[in-house]
């Protein structure tokens, strides 16, 4: 494979940015070797600055649903572009997407645009805060968030724990503000409520854990989180930046009817743009200025293109049988791989939810927590994930992230990636 015109475009780039990128996860460091440089997508295919083409499954980590440059979404983009990028004053747009959203959506009744899932889960937590006036806040480990400081914070040894900051630069005293348990852990979570009583204003959560790992947690588990922040008077935040529209227009909250009281967007709603949303009753989204007293703004925020390509992306998803056909296709890829390693007695397993799989080393039938994770099992899917690019399979360059199959991916792609994987497995495990 060619990867001269990559090469060059990454040393390139290593003297305009850290690490040669413009996010960390993409400079392949966990890997190895250099990352290539896109050049164009089209349907379930990326090509490389040296034409190398790919089946593509990381679908920009999430927000692809219908694959790349679905029709309907470009011209959506280019008819909103012709009218004017963005005018910082209401469009029509936004209350289309809106209504389109709560039609479908059970668990919100109003709803705030922003630009990205960071700032959606930012100011989310902002409301919790607000309108509980407490401080504290809960999240998992193994659960990602987007980077803002609060939630940058990462477990400490022990049950029930305020993080150690996972960057340079978080305040010692936004850490503190944060506590940090495991996932699948009811027990972490009582002791919790019972060290700092009254003074937690939110659990925040991955009701599908999909940032590290795949980690699918039990219903009764989720459960358990609505019931103890009803109890304690604490909101429950289900983070559906990544689940969101990919296990159809109810999320998690559908998927296990366990209602939380704030829900964050992301990644599919903007249709490839930059779009972030959060949600929730009336009551509580009230309290958002400018008609409440928790501030939150943002000068591109319901953007009209981003938001006619997140209408003509929902649109699509909205067809009959969309996501039904999506699971049904996901599911025979990802079976007839586990049959696969299965046979062979490989120590390998893709769990998989909705249109979301993963690849993990591992003999367990389930896998709930982040400390279940053996990271030395990231060194086979360094060589998977190097063996498949070789053959035009393009996964996420990092063992901890899931892949995702779009309306794009037609069964002959699939069936021809999956013989490849099989392949590279055999390598893999020689
Ligand atoms: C991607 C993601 C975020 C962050 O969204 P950005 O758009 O990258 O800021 C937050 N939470 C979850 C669950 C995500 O998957």
């Known amino acids: 494979m060619k990867r001269e015109k990559s090469e060059v475009l990454y040393e390139k780039a290593r003297t305009y940015f850290p690490g040669g990128v413009n996010s960390p996860v993409r400079a392949f460091r966990s890997v190895g070797g250099s990352p290539l440089f896109i050049e164009r997508g089209k349907g379930s295919q990326i090509w490389d600055a040296d034409g190398n083409e790919f089946v593509d499954f990381c679908c920009s980590w999430g927000p692809l649903i219908l694959g790349h440059a679905n029709d309907r979404v470009i011209d959506a983009i280019k008819k909103a572009a012709e009218k004017g990028c963005t005018f ?6 936004e209350n289309e997407l809106a209504s389109l959203i709560l039609k479908n959506n059970k668990y919100i009744q109003k709803m705030r645009f922003v630009s990205s899932g960071t700032e959606a889960v930012m100011s989310a937590i902002r409301l919790a805060r607000g309108y509980t006036k407490r401080d504290k806040i809960l999240k998992f480990e193994g659960c990602y968030h987007g980077h803002s400081d609060s939630l940058l914070v990462k477990a400490g040894s022990g049950l029930v724990t305020f993080g150690n900051s996972s960057s340079a630069g978080v305040p010692l005293s936004f850490v503190n503000e944060t506590i940090v348990v495991s996932l699948n852990n009811e027990k972490a979570v009582k002791q919790a409520f019972i060290d700092f009583k009254d003074q937690i204003a939110c659990i925040i959560i991955e009701p599908i854990p999909a940032n590290n790992g795949l980690l699918l947690q039990r219903k009764e588990y989720l459960q358990f989180l609505r019931d103890i922040c009803t109890e304690n008077k604490a909101l429950l935040i289900f983070d559906e930046v990544i689940s969101g529209f990919r296990i159809g227009f109810n999320g998690a909250a559908g998927y296990y009817n366990v209602h939380p009281d704030i829900i964050t967007y992301g990644k599919i709603i903007g249709g490839g743009l930059p779009v972030g949303m959060y949600g929730a009753s009336s009551e509580l989204m009230n309290h958002i200025s400018p008609e409440g007293s928790v501030y939150q703004a943002g000068t591109l925020s319901g953007n009209p293109l981003a938001i006619s390509a997140g209408i003509a ?3 699509e998803c909205l067809k009959p049988n969309f996501y039904t056909e999506l699971e049904a296709k996901t599911s025979s890829f990802v079976n007839s791989l586990n049959d696969y390693a299965k046979l062979n007695r490989y120590c390998f397993r893709v769990f998989s939810i909705g249109s979301i799989f993963w690849f993990a080393f591992t003999d367990a039938l389930s896998i709930e927590t982040s400390e279940e994770i053996i990271s030395e099992s990231m060194n086979n899917f360094k060589v998977l994930h190097k063996e498949l690019l070789e053959r035009g399979v393009y ?7 899931v892949g995702f199959i779009s309306e794009a ?4 792609t699939l069936n021809g990636a999956k013989r490849v994987i099989m392949e590279c497995l055999d390598i893999v495990f020689q």
Not at 409 to 412: A, D, M, R, T, V
Request: glycine share 16%.
């Open 395 to 401: 996964l996420g360059p990092s063992g901890y992230e």
């Open 409 to 412: 991916h037609s069964l002959e």
């Open 313 to 315: 992306q929902l649109t």
């Open 88 to 93: 910082g004053a209401p469009t029509a747009l």
